[in-house]
């Protein structure tokens, strides 16, 4: 086709306000040259690989919107789509219908984007808020791009479509892709289901505890500075927990002992004072861990959305900013936080994210199982066996109860471990397990298990991507007073308009300051589709609006300026 436009600035400036990662990467990317523009029967340009003298035409030669039309129509109604394969457009515009709510176009050839762009008008495709794209090379970095793309309380079930002539061209990467989206889509929904269960509690929590907890951080920041450590213990609650016994009761003065709130019972019945506690846990339950006592000297670290009487303890306290979006709009509004990744959904994954932020030497778990060995769920002495004793009975003994609790789940996992023993699991803890190795091999410092075995990342989804760790220290300092915070998030809850239609539309209307604030509020949203399950996701957003008024406003009439306290 002769005298083709270059549309590549055009689409880059659109690409850039939505993709703006992707528009830097497409800046200094050179277009692929095995492709080149054919004029289609209808007179459309589509793309054409050439290999040799081998041809391959990625859109139909003869009139590529009707083959997107029959494309579309041949496919089952779902809110929204997972689209294999790049390609010039066609198929896009037939899946983005006025009720759709995403499309993701996931390839691997960023080369292959760059001539598109170049050759291909896409600005219309672009500027909708509902396309988005995940180009890269490795199936596993492209599956986990795709899970921050996911969001299944406002997307819906989301279809995988191949586009054939382009999944042709590279069926391995397709093929593996493929494979892992099982994986993708349950961590997806194990995480809506967290969020449903916990969403009301966790903002909850939150509102209740920032004031009071920015005050234990400005107390807390002196005894933090300075600290240095040539080794760091971290104490799970897993049964190995026991067999580690004499090693943290021989632990030298330069060496520091962080405790799980799960593991403390037994550290306190053995007669250990830990120097930190760790507790994440958003439940009430979480408080019963700290009723066998908690050594005077030991410092706890709790999350925000920690249970507010947590924070009343009379030990030193340093609070933490987790992976919640509302604590880290918090973090970023009202006052600096330390932050630790939480993203585990289990505390041992907290402590020792806590643990590198001490800026030890290295890190030594111990009774972090992550699974039940011969059958034993926890170590003895931790909240389980407390609770089954008391429950026990002459027809239900200890013994009995565990084995129920064990052997009644049914994605319950038997296995033989290298040992030789009989060693049972589920998949949540295995997923528990490959997040914590990723994270041990994104750390500054060297994480190793027991004996001096190194923490090693597992070749896996979850240890693809490689993060950038925090940097060891944290800045303490308050950026607003809490009297002003509330008033400001008031001010833009009350001016938040929701019309009708799919979610990534309504966020893309609105401004930067209510767009963040509107993901910050995304987990209290989960929380009502236990309500209502019909409810649409812009229905989803009013009723977390609606209760964020209601907490913040509550707040604010308890401490009229930083100065009234009265406890939470």
């Known amino acids: 086709m002769a005298g083709i436009k270059n549309h590549f600035e055009e689409n880059l400036a659109a690409l850039g306000r939505y993709h703006s990662a992707l528009a830097e990467r497409l800046k200094n990317t050179a277009p692929s040259r095995c492709f080149e523009v054919r004029e289609s029967r209808s007179r459309k340009p589509v793309p054409v690989h050439r290999s040799g003298v081998t041809t391959v035409h990625i859109n139909s030669p003869y009139d590529p919107e009707k083959e997107a039309e029959r494309f579309a129509a041949g496919i089952d109604p779902s809110p929204s789509y997972l689209l294999l394969g790049l390609e010039a457009g066609y198929a896009e515009i037939s899946l983005l219908k006025p009720d759709t709510e995403l499309v993701v176009v996931v390839d691997y050839d960023i080369g292959f984007l760059r001539f598109l762009l170049e050759y291909f008008d896409y600005r219309q495709l672009l500027l909708d808020p509902r396309l988005r794209f995940v180009v890269e090379g490795s199936p596993g970095v492209a599956a986990m791009a795709l899970q921050g793309e996911y969001l299944p309380q406002f997307h819906g079930d989301l279809v995988a479509v191949p586009w ?3 999944e042709r061209m590279n069926e391995g990467f397709f093929t593996e892709l493929r494979l892992l989206l099982p994986k993708v889509l349950q961590d997806s929904a194990i995480d809506v289901s967290t969020q449903k269960k916990f969403g009301r509690r966790w903002m909850r929590n939150i509102v209740a505890n920032s004031l009071p907890a920015s005050r234990n951080m400005v107390s807390s920041s002196s005894t933090l500075h300075g600290l240095s450590f040539n080794r760091v213990h971290v104490t799970a609650a897993g049964p190995s927990l026991e067999k580690a016994l ?10 520091c002992l962080v405790a799980t709130d799960t593991s403390l019972p037994f550290l306190v019945s053995a007669g250990l004072e830990p120097d930190f506690v760790v507790s994440v846990d958003c439940q009430h339950h979480s408080y019963h861990h700290f009723l066998a006592g908690i050594p005077g000297k030991s410092i706890l670290v709790l999350d925000l959305a920690s249970p507010p009487g947590l924070f009343r303890f009379k030990n030193p306290v340093i609070p933490v900013a987790g992976g919640h979006p509302f604590s880290r709009y918090v973090d970023s509004h ?32 111990h009774g972090a199982d992550l699974c039940y060995p011969e059958g034993k769920l926890y170590a003895r002495g931790t909240y389980l066996y407390s609770h089954f004793s008391a429950c026990a009975g002459r027809t239900a003994g200890l013994e009995t109860q565990t084995a129920r609790m064990l052997l009644g789940r049914r994605d319950i996992e038997r296995h033989i471990s290298e040992a030789g023993a009989i060693v049972y699991g589920t998949g949540l803890l295995e997923s528990y397990r490959q997040k914590l190795a990723d994270l041990a091999g994104n750390l500054r410092t060297r994480v190793t298990v027991g004996q001096g075995r190194e923490l090693q990342p597992p070749d896996s989804l979850a240890s693809v991507v490689r993060r950038e760790p925090p940097a060891a220290g944290h800045e303490i300092r308050q950026l607003q007073s809490w009297a002003d915070f509330c008033r400001k998030t008031l001010a833009l809850l009350d001016n938040i308009e929701l019309p009708a239609g799919p979610v990534q539309t309504v966020l893309a209307s609105k401004d930067p300051a209510t767009r963040e604030l509107l993901y910050a509020l995304m987990p209290l949203a989960a929380y009502y589709m236990e309500t209502d399950k019909k409810q649409p996701g812009s229905g989803l957003l009013a009723a977390a609006i609606s209760e964020a008024r209601v907490l913040i406003r509550g707040s604010l009439s308890r401490h009229i300026d930083d100065g009234a306290v009265t406890d939470e």
């Not at 004499?246 to 060496?255: I, N, S, Y």
Request: without cysteine; hydrophobic residues 45%.
């Open 164 to 166: 054939r002539p382009r």
């Open 246 to 255: 004499p090693a943290l009761a021989a632990l030298q003065e330069e060496e």
């Open 334 to 365: 009202f006052f600096r936080f330390m932050q630790i990744d939480t993203s585990g959904g289990n505390v041992t994954h907290a402590a020792v994210s806590f643990a590198d932020r001490l800026g030890a030497g290295s890190i030594v778990l």
